[in-house]
């Protein structure tokens, strides 16, 4: 199936589960998660709203970051965050392709600390705004990329059992960055 929306795709505020297994989901704000679990295996995931971070907090609904996957904590949601991402592109225009982190509201957090349990990406494409990155953890503390294609160099988030190394395949020009066990 195909999601294309004006405004937000897929917002996710309480628990429960998403699996994206193909189609296209292109949005301002592409997927917006709150509360959950989010499991990518294919498809592309394109989002062309504004970059913004920190999130503003509105307690109301997504909140813009214009990432293709935003992970934005905040303490009026109860439950967690869990993402697992195998596959499939997450491309943003303005913003990062994968961006978590605690919106902030008249200047305060709207969350004590990072409601994100955790974030697996062991494949996929990731292409962000070359300013702002294609990945961009803020809060998270169990994060584990083991795999995927990046248009930015994403080694500050690796564990000490992954590195960087450069794409030698047909998409190198989009995707230079890939990661690979030391």
């Known amino acids: 199936a195909n999601i ?3 405004t937000t795709g897929i917002y996710q505020p309480q628990d429960g589960i998403i699996n994206i297994f193909g189609g296209i989901i292109d ?3 592409t997927i917006s998660m709150k509360r959950g679990t989010l499991n990518v295996y294919d498809g592309l995931i394109h989002s062309y709203g504004e970059y913004c971070n920190p999130a503003k907090g509105n ?7 214009g990432a293709a996957i935003s992970l934005t904590s905040n303490d ?10 195998y596959g499939g592109t997450m491309i943003s225009d303005n913003g990062n392709a994968l961006y978590e982190g605690i919106a902030m ?14 974030i697996n990406i062991q494949n996929g494409r990731f292409s962000g705004e070359r300013d702002y990155g294609a990945v961009s953890i803020n809060k998270a503390a169990n994060v584990s990329i083991s795999g ?3 248009n930015t160099n994403i080694e500050s988030l690796l564990t000490e059992n992954y590195r960087i190394a ?4 047909d998409d190198r020009f ?5 990661v690979v066990s030391k």
């Open 105 to 118: 509201r008249n200047g305060s957090p709207v969350a004590a600390s990072s409601l994100v349990e955790s």
């Open 4 to 6: 294309i929306a004006q």
């Open 76 to 85: 009026g949601y109860p439950g967690s965050i869990n993402v697992n991402i």
């Open 27 to 29: 949005a301002q704000e």
């Open 174 to 178: 989009d995707y230079p960055y890939v």
């Open 166 to 169: 450069t794409n030698r395949e």
């Open 59 to 65: 307690n109301d609904g997504s909140e813009h970051t």
């Open 148 to 150: 995927g294609k990046y």
